[in-house]
């Protein structure tokens, strides 16, 4: 037994030594993407055009096979997707692809996914419909919600509390369908600037207490310089009670965000569960973060925010906000986004999904944290992004390259002679070790 504790003592030793030579991998300084939250799902598209239209977790009743399950899509490749959680990590399963289904005549292009007040689910078809999922016999269904009603470009869908589905339409009208009719609740188009595909009215989100109090609150870019402006209107009721109209001289705007380019503007608006209003903004635009506003806290670009809007003036901050302290700007609770288009709370557990579109090679889904940094334009996806711009000089994230790792085996394993014997030392130990047992 004796010879047998000596030669376990020895091969613990040559094992510490070996990771010594090779140096220990998981120090910060080695491993820089530990300091970075990275997606749960990617889906590559290598270049080509893509645009993840983040989703819903679906919690309602008429599709039973979606239960729980998180559905999104790809605006430009007019597909829809159900991301579900395992233990095995995310299993995806196609459920539409408008391009290769003959019976689909043209591209779904999804520009946003909603949930009524039921937990149902919508998809806005940024060509004019808003469609309904439905499942009859476990076959899934998208049915026309507004038949012989057609909407201009939506790019988005939120239920105001009292039963009913307001459609975004991107040149500058808020429409709640009601009884048939398309009402209209805010038409803002002479003050929208939509010159662009990624401008225009972008965010709606109604007050918890909208039915009593009328207020809600829209994103659009302006016709001044392009900024994207926050503004709060209110909506009287008409004589049935209903809240189906904004007075245009009630705005007041919360907050204006300049805008270096006209695209990545993000603009989504969604009430949390903890009753605070969250907006969604994207890098400042160009390509590549040409800007540097992804990592910088000081601006409120490429970051998730999140209001006290029932407080201060025009908002107030919330205290558990990680830099409601310093650090950073206060609004800010995540940071490090390209152009989070889309995002939502799952109705169930709180947890925060948001689809960031990607560059050149992934689209990612997000489930964000307080105060994590999603790492654009240090990763995209899961992936090294090489920045041409001096703001990310220096970058090296080979970590999470696998021929990157190959080639440190290479380097600190295979070509040094000290790593080698001290390997091989440890296996014969080892090997003499299994012939005693």
């Known amino acids: 037994?004796?010879?047998?504790?000596?030669?376990?003592?020895?091969?613990?030793?040559?094992?510490?030594?070996?990771?010594?030579?090779?140096?220990?991998?998981?120090?910060?300084?080695?491993?820089?993407?530990?300091?970075?939250?990275?997606?749960?799902?990617?889906?590559?598209?290598?270049?080509?055009?893509?645009?993840?239209?983040g989703g819903h977790v679906y919690r309602?009743?008429?599709?039973?096979?979606?239960?729980?399950?998180?559905?999104?899509?790809?605006?430009?490749?007019?597909?829809?997707?159900?991301?579900?959680?395992?233990?095995?990590?995310?299993?995806?399963?196609?459920?539409?692809?408008?391009?290769?289904?003959?019976?689909?005549?043209?591209?779904?292009?999804?520009?946003?996914?909603?949930?009524?007040?039921?937990?149902?689910?919508?998809?806005?078809?940024?060509?004019?419909?808003?469609?309904?999922?439905?499942?009859?016999?476990?076959?899934?269904?998208?049915?026309?919600?507004?038949?012989g009603l057609g909407f201009v470009?939506?790019?988005?869908?939120?239920?105001?509390?009292?039963?009913?589905?307001?459609i975004v339409e991107q040149p500058g009208r808020v429409i709640c369908p009601h009884d048939g009719n398309a009402?209209?609740?805010?038409?803002?188009?002479?003050?929208?600037?939509?010159?662009?595909?990624?401008?225009?009215?972008l965010g709606l989100a109604f007050h918890p207490g909208f039915a009593e109090n009328g207020r809600f609150f829209v994103t659009y870019t302006t016709h001044d310089d392009g900024a994207l402006r926050l503004?709060?209107?209110?909506?009287?009721?008409?004589?049935?009670?209903?809240?189906?109209?904004?007075?245009?001289?009630s705005q007041r705007v919360l907050l204006e965000v300049a805008q270096p380019y006209r695209n990545h503007n993000g603009g989504h608006l969604e009430f949390g569960p903890d009753g605070h209003l969250w907006l969604g903004l994207g890098d400042g635009g160009k390509y590549s973060d040409a800007f540097g506003n992804a990592q910088d806290l000081e601006t409120l670009l490429g970051s998730l925010l999140r209001f006290d809007?029932?407080?201060?003036?025009?908002?107030?901050?919330?205290?558990?906000?990680?830099f409601a302290d310093g650090g950073g700007r206060p609004e800010i609770w995540a940071y490090g986004f390209r152009n989070p288009w889309k995002?939502?709370?799952?109705?169930?557990?709180?947890?925060?999904?948001?689809?960031?579109?990607?560059?050149?090679?992934s689209e990612e889904i997000n489930i964000v944290e307080r105060g994590g940094n999603y790492g654009w334009a240090y990763y995209e996806g899961i992936h090294c992004y090489e920045s041409?711009?001096?703001?990310?000089?220096?970058?090296?994230?080979?970590?999470?390259?696998?021929?990157?790792?190959?080639?440190?085996l290479w380097e600190r394993v295979l070509l040094n002679p000290l790593a080698l014997l001290l390997l091989g030392a440890s296996l014969l130990i080892a090997r003499r070790l299994g012939r005693k047992s």
């Open 388 to 408: 041409p711009f001096e703001f990310y000089d220096g970058w090296d994230c080979s970590g999470l390259d696998p021929q990157a790792e190959r080639a440190w």
């Open 343 to 361: 995002f939502s709370f799952d109705r169930e557990t709180g947890e925060l999904w948001l689809g960031d579109v990607g560059q050149d090679e």
């Open 309 to 322: 809007i029932d407080d201060g003036d025009p908002y107030g901050i919330p205290d558990d906000n990680p």
């Open 183 to 201: 009402t209209v609740l805010l038409d803002i188009h002479e003050a929208v600037n939509d010159d662009d595909w990624e401008q225009g009215l």
């Open 231 to 249: 503004a709060e209107f209110s909506a009287s009721a008409n004589t049935t009670g209903v809240r189906n109209h904004a007075n245009l001289s």
């Open 60 to 147: 309602g009743a008429a599709v039973p096979s979606l239960a729980g399950k998180y559905i999104f899509g790809d605006y430009t490749y007019g597909r829809i997707w159900a991301l579900e959680r395992t233990d095995d990590g995310p299993q995806v399963e196609l459920l539409i692809d408008s391009l290769e289904d003959p019976a689909w005549e043209a591209r779904l292009s999804a520009s946003a996914f909603g949930i009524d007040d039921a937990g149902e689910l919508y998809v806005a078809d940024h060509g004019g419909t808003i469609w309904r999922f439905t499942e009859a016999s476990g076959t899934l269904a998208l049915v026309d919600t507004f038949p």
């Open 1 to 53: 037994m004796e010879g047998r504790s000596w030669l376990q003592a020895w091969l613990a030793l040559l094992l510490v030594l070996f990771l010594l030579s090779v140096g220990w991998r998981n120090l910060p300084e080695e491993q820089p993407q530990a300091q970075y939250s990275l997606p749960i799902y990617e889906y590559a598209h290598n270049g080509e055009a893509a645009s993840v239209t």
């Open 153 to 166: 470009n939506p790019v988005g869908l939120a239920a105001t509390g009292d039963g009913r589905l307001c």
